[in-house]
């Protein structure tokens, strides 16, 4: 029988591009529930999906920040069961903290955090009942390692990586697995919805320098980050497939080898102090060599060329 895959935020990107390469599987191993909150927005996926639309693919409305919308989706499910729950709905912020309202920080938790837990909860028991389950996480490498002015955004990643690293230790004792996978700057929608946040907010409350170095130092490193070491949303999507279809699926798996080099700063100094020197070095003394430094980790040679001895 086919597994049930429940994939959140399926309108674009990642997750669209997952709900399709699952819904194609050569051997028609997965019926696939993709859902977006708006379903007006499901032309994109539609077309993609091609003649698996209404085979081995339904599209399903689902707001992860509604209990509501969640309950009703999951009734639509044949039988209840989902076999496979991917949480990919997520929304980035970017900017000076003395900026940002409270209420946008928590619509960001609300999303990113408790619209996972909140789909965890209502998915668990009929996994557990079955003694089996797979629930994949599309965290980020933020939820590895803090990045400067993604203060925020990173915080309800790590969020995640506790809560699903602590639920992990219970869950295997009801053959339930869990998978955090972790991507590094993925060319979707994503970037650019974060500049046209940026460009049309004013930061009220940020101080000048602070305005200073998030415009002029942090904006064109994260362009340029994004431009040499991005990945496509159809890889991220095949690095998800490969772990749903494995037979003993890893709790955490980075998807993007080149940015490896710079999430291996912080492992390689559990003081903390190599990966945040580094970072501050890089972005407030030598703008210009952080990005020289993006270009070697894009073609490989970093750290050798850029950091001398
Ligand atoms: P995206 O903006 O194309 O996709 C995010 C999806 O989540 C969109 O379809 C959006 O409509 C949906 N969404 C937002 N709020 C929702 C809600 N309340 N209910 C349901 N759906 C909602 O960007 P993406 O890059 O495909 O992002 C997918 C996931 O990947 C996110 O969790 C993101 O944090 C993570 N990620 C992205 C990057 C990147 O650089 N793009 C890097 C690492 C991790």
Redesign the pocket.
Known sequence: LPRTVLI????????LELAVQLARDSRQRYQVVAT??DLGKKGTLEAAAGEALGQTLTVAQ????SDESMAQCLRCIQGGDVDVLVN?????LVGPLEGLSLATMQRVFD??FF?AVRLVKAVLPGMKRRRQGHIVV?S?VMGLQGVVFNDVYAASKFALEGFFESLAIQLLQFNIFISLVE????G????E?LLEQVSAAQFPGADPDTLHYFRDLYLPASRELFRSLGQS?QDVAQAIVKVISSARPPLRLQTNARYSALTALKAADPSGRLYVWSAHRLLFRWPGLLIRALRCLACGCFPSRVLPG
């Open positions: 959140s935020g399926c309108s674009s990107g990642i997750g977006m909150r689902m707001d992860v920040r990919n709905a997520g929304v980035g999303t990113n619209g599309v980020s991507p590094g700057p993925v979707t929608a994503f970037e919805k949303p």
